[in-house]
């Protein structure tokens, strides 16, 4: 499996992961598609047999996650892409610690872990992209969700401090994307009154072209630009007066 270019894509059952999955066997690539549903992962891999490995895994299991990253490694040789999807998010105003920690322990820890997994990764090849699903969320806090947004700070900040350390790596080569999606029509859209919701193909279809092009960061749509221009601005007395 080793000629051609190779993919491990965290979190391909559904969404915005599973649609970049198809995406990328289109183009040619080899994918390591992961995920916890079994089922769905087979059917994934019936739409490119040929090209689409899977492997069934829970990012919260460190352990057993290092040790099927270890066994894609080994059976592809080498890794070109390395992207992750995996994430949740709850509306959880009334704090309710376990759903708190859920959100932490997969977006901040888990999370956190496959960054790590792929930066060391790549500095051993000299070469490789890790993209990376976080979240406009990421830019303000928010009373109805305040570990999923904390969350998405977390990712963005650990994103960049790994783009800071690619300029250690005499190659040139490593590459990190931060994908930051407003709205998207999957079943991690939160609340009812939803503004600006992207539809699926739509995302998936801009996300894949940004992971193609390289892209330092990119919102999703692109029309989420400036909605983030607007709410580094903002002061938090004028965000607290909206549901």
């Known amino acids: 499996m080793s000629q051609g270019k190779n993919v491990i894509i965290f979190g391909a059952t559904s969404g915005i992961g599973r649609g970049l999955v198809l995406f990328f066997a289109k183009d040619g690539y080899q994918i390591a598609a992961t995920g916890r549903r079994k089922d769905m992962l087979e059917s994934l891999r019936k739409e490119a047999p040929n090209q689409i490995a899977v492997y069934e895994n829970d990012v919260n299991l460190l352990r057993e996650t290092e040790q099927v990253f270890r066994k894609i490694v080994e059976t592809f040789k080498t890794i070109d892409?390395?992207?992750?999807?995996?994430?949740?998010?709850?509306?959880?105003?009334?704090?309710?610690?376990?759903?708190?920690?859920?959100?932490?322990?997969?977006?901040?820890?888990?999370?956190?872990?496959?960054?790590?997994?792929?930066?060391?990764?790549?500095?051993?090849?000299?070469?490789?992209?890790?993209?990376?699903?976080?979240?406009?969320?990421?830019?303000?806090?928010?009373?109805?969700?305040?570990?999923?947004?904390?969350?998405?700070?977390?990712?963005?900040?650990?994103?960049?401090?790994?783009?800071?350390?690619?300029?250690?790596?005499?190659?040139?080569?490593?590459?990190?994307?931060?994908?930051?999606?407003?709205?998207?029509?999957?079943?991690?859209?939160?609340?009812?009154?939803?503004?600006?919701?992207?539809?699926l193909p739509k995302a998936v279809r801009q996300i894949y072209a940004a992971i193609g092009q390289k892209r330092r960061k990119v919102y999703i749509s692109h029309r989420w630009a400036w909605i983030a221009l607007a709410l580094k601005v903002v002061p938090a007395r004028l965000i607290r007066i909206f549901k």
Request: proline share 4%; glycine share 6%.
């Open 81 to 199: 892409v390395i992207v992750h999807c995996s994430g949740i998010g709850d509306e959880n105003p009334a704090l309710d610690w376990p759903t708190e920690q859920n959100t932490l322990q997969t977006n901040v820890i888990a999370a956190a872990h496959i960054y790590g997994l792929a930066f060391k990764l790549f500095r051993k090849q000299q070469f490789g992209h890790l993209a990376a699903i976080s979240s406009i969320a990421s830019l303000r806090g928010n009373r109805h969700a305040p570990a999923y947004f904390a969350s998405k700070a977390f990712q963005v900040n650990y994103l960049e401090s790994l783009y800071l350390k690619t300029k250690e790596i005499k190659s040139g080569n490593v590459y990190i994307t931060d994908i930051r999606p407003g709205f998207v029509n999957t079943k991690m859209a939160l609340g009812n009154e939803i503004f600006w919701l992207t539809p």
